[in-house]
């Protein structure tokens, strides 16, 4: 079975703070993609970033920064001088390559930053 | 390049009732999967379409079906509506170079069932 586990429900934290968003993996794949997205109140997914499981080099854009650990099955996320503009539901999810066309997903965690 | 669209964006429909739900994905993008968003299941996968053809599908009832027409735009249908069915649906496309392409959403139908 393929699972994807976010154990923060919610985080809050003050503008300018660094916050790490947590995300565990279960698949039995030996290829496999993870991905982050990010939901505002709008509603819609927005993509952030996708990890092939060959890939194990961490990854920085602007004030976001990725560490994928295959050891520990883990993809964690994290926003560097965290701004009001990130506030929003931060999805992680899983695409194992025998499941056609399905993103399996992880709770979500709702990171609200205040000013 | 447009992003993926949905209509409509909200829909208030009764018990019993039957609602069509459309997605017109990214120009180029082959693939469309629909997924369904409530605040109890989180996010669920529906079912994904390639070439108008049905490649996967979710545990879902045989009320939720869908399809693809030959310009990759993609239906979904729910019939006999329950009020467990109001959620956010949502669908995504992808290029579908490979089976696990990225994924891109539109912003949701939110369905409400009375």
């Known amino acids: 079975a393929q699972k994807v586990t976010q154990a923060q429900t919610e985080i809050s934290v003050v503008e300018k703070e660094d916050v790490t968003l947590d995300c565990v993996y279960e698949?039995?794949?030996?290829?496999?993609?993870l991905f982050w997205y990010k939901q505002p109140p709008s509603g819609e997914l927005v993509f952030l970033i996708r990890?092939?499981?060959?890939?194990?080099q961490n990854e920085i854009s602007g004030r976001y920064s990725w560490n994928f650990q295959k050891s520990t099955s883990s993809f964690n996320f994290t926003i560097t001088a965290s701004q009001v503009v990130d506030s929003a539901v931060y999805f992680c999810?899983?695409?194992?390559?025998?499941?056609?066309?399905?993103?399996?997903f992880g709770q979500g965690t709702t990171l609200q930053v205040k000013p | 390049k447009a992003g993926v669209t949905q209509t409509p964006r909200y829909l208030i429909k009764t018990r019993g009732q039957q609602v069509t739900l459309s997605c017109s994905p990214i120009?180029?993008?082959?693939?469309v999967s629909w997924y369904q968003q409530t605040p109890g299941q989180g996010l669920q996968f529906l079912f994904e379409?390639?070439?108008?053809?049905?490649?996967n599908k979710g545990n879902f009832p045989g009320r939720f079906s869908g399809r693809q027409f030959s310009n990759s735009r993609s239906e979904m249908n729910v019939s006999t509506l329950e009020l467990g069915d109001s959620a956010l649906y949502l669908c995504?496309?992808?290029?579908?170079?490979?089976?696990?392409?990225?994924?891109?959403f539109g912003p949701g139908t939110r369905l409400t069932v009375l």
């Open positions: 379409y390639f070439s108008e053809t049905q490649r």
């Open positions: 120009s180029g993008h082959r693939s």
């Open positions: 698949t039995r794949d030996t290829t496999y993609y």
């Open positions: 995504a496309s992808s290029l579908a170079r490979e089976i696990t392409d990225t994924q891109y």
């Open positions: 990890r092939n499981s060959f890939d194990e």
């Open positions: 999810a899983l695409h194992g390559s025998g499941n056609t066309g399905k993103l399996i």
